[in-house]
């Protein structure tokens, strides 16, 4: 057996940053690492070529009599940048006190391995353990899989045979407290891109006769949110998901220190949807936000430049909760911001990716489907007691405000729900520098994975 740890600082010293073409010798090593790591516990490997990075497929168990379960995962990370706020290399993974730091630790190569080491402190134990079990790991996550609805429709047939797919990539609020995610928000995104003369102009010459960009842009952004913070875009919130009665009282269990929360985000005063607490709002509602804004000069501001620009952009992202339908929001979006632009300016919106949102209802509860699939249900629960025991305290039913839009894919294309075992905690600094995974929460989150798969096989 191997040391966990010790394979995951293997695995971050490839730096595999899907979105930067610079990074092929990065995204190559942690593949071909991964890969065979997971050849020598057993598994036979594929490795299905896309478009642009490859999926690795490893499977192990035959028989089609027993349950079986894909784990997923995703060898990608995101940038490292800015480099220089990092208090150790990126890409050089440190140990400091009980935390591992570097690009990946937590999203999502710590938990990943956390789940191939389960898998391989069982098959040592048991070989002929009486599970089947196919890790599913991508590397185009972190620039929004578009290769995995193709990849997905072209493996349906195997992979549909599948009871339930097992992930790590959620998150937990902290050390002790386990959340088993139950839905996920989806995304909109797109530019806005705003163009009125035909090149940069003195504002000296010209200045007074023509509409700047920035702001015609600033103006129909501002249409965007009403006074209350909701989205002020008709129809917006018409199909979102009420709210169970058991999720709000689930969400109390996670926590109602709003103070703590304001202090965390450094803000003086919470600016969410009215009738929601922020710890409702930031999983039960739809957002739009600005992810970026631009224009015009953007020197320093010792020096004038006194010019009207020709152009101007805003990058604009949507979180969507269950039900809302990505096509159908950005269409409403789309024709909200047409109406409200001023007719003598050219304006482009460019559709950038989506993500549909997602739910699954634990057994028990009162909208549990009827017709939940039994192997399903054994997995929850197998998650339940497992985390139960190895945690000390049970844990909470939660939907995420984060996105992992494949998990719907799955949920389309294969028909096929997912157990989301929650490991990262707010601290990890997912998508920021310094980012770190807890090592005390992946040496029990790994007890919890072996506890699972092996009730699954041995009921
Ligand atoms: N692991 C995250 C999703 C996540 C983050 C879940 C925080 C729970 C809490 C995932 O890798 C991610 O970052 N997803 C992106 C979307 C993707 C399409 C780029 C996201 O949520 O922004
Ligand atoms: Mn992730």
Redesign the pocket.
């Known amino acids: 057996m191997f040391d966990p740890i010790e394979k995951l600082k293997e695995f971050i010293r490839y730096p595999s940053v899907s979105a930067d073409s610079n990074f092929g010798e990065g995204m190559l090593g942690a593949q071909t690492f991964l890969s065979n790591l997971l050849a020598s516990i057993g598994f036979e490997v594929e490795v299905v070529k896309t478009d642009l990075h490859p999926i690795i497929l490893a499977s192990r168990g035959s028989n089609p009599e027993w349950p079986y379960v894909i784990i997923y995962g ?1 060898y990608d990370v ?1 940038p490292a940048d800015p480099l220089n706020l990092w208090d150790s290399p990126a890409f050089e993974p440190e140990q400091r006190g009980e935390r591992l730091y570097g690009r990946g630790t937590a ?2 190569k710590g938990p990943l391995m956390t789940h191939v080491a389960a898998v391989a402190k069982l098959l040592e134990r048991d070989p002929d353990l009486p599970l089947r079990i196919t890790f599913m790991v991508e590397g185009e ?5 578009p290769s995995f609805p193709k990849f997905l429709e072209r493996y349906k047939d195997r992979l549909g045979e599948a009871d339930f797919v097992f992930l790590s ?3 937990i609020p902290n050390e002790d407290q386990v959340v088993i ?1 139950c839905g ?2 989806g ?1 909109v995104l797109f530019d806005i891109e705003v163009t009125t003369a035909k090149s940069d102009l003195h504002s000296g010459l010209h200045g007074g006769v023509l509409r700047n960009p920035i702001q015609a842009l600033a103006e129909v952004c501002a249409t965007l949110h009403g006074p209350d913070g909701r989205v002020n875009i008709p129809g917006f919130y018409d199909d979102v998901l009420d709210v169970e009665p058991w999720e709000r009282d689930e969400l109390v269990k996670y926590g109602t220190d709003t103070a703590a929360y304001k202090k965390f985000l450094g803000i003086p005063e919470f600016y969410a949807a009215e009738g929601f607490t922020p710890f409702e709002a930031v999983r039960f509602m739809p957002t739009l936000d600005f992810n970026g804004i631009g224009g015009g000069y953007q020197g320093e501001g010792s020096k004038s430049k006194t010019v009207i620009p020709s152009t101007a952009f805003a990058k604009v ?1 949507c ?1 969507l909760v269950a039900n809302q339908d990505p096509k159908k929001i950005r269409a409403l979006l789309y024709d909200a911001i047409a109406a409200r632009m001023p007719k003598d300016v050219t304006f482009k919106l460019i559709d950038q ?1 989506e ?1 549909t949102p997602y739910v699954v209802v634990p057994p028990n509860r009162t909208n549990t489907p009827a017709d939940q699939p039994p192997v399903l249900a054994k997995g929850f629960r197998a998650a339940h007691s497992a985390i139960t025991d190895v945690f000390g305290k049970e844990p909470l039913y939660l939907r ?6 494949i998990i719907a894919d799955i949920k389309r294309v294969l028909g096929l729900d997912s157990v989301m075992f ?1 490991l ?1 905690l707010p601290e990890d600094n ?2 920021a520098p310094n980012e770190s995974f807890h090592l005390g929460v992946m040496e029990r989150g790994l007890k919890v994975s072996e506890q699972v798969l092996g009730k699954l096989a041995r009921g």
């Open positions: 995703h995101q999203d999502n996550e972190e620039m929004g899989s990539d959620t998150g995610t996920l928000r995304l992202s979180r990716h993500g995420e405000g984060g996105s992992v839009p929650g990262f997912l998508h």
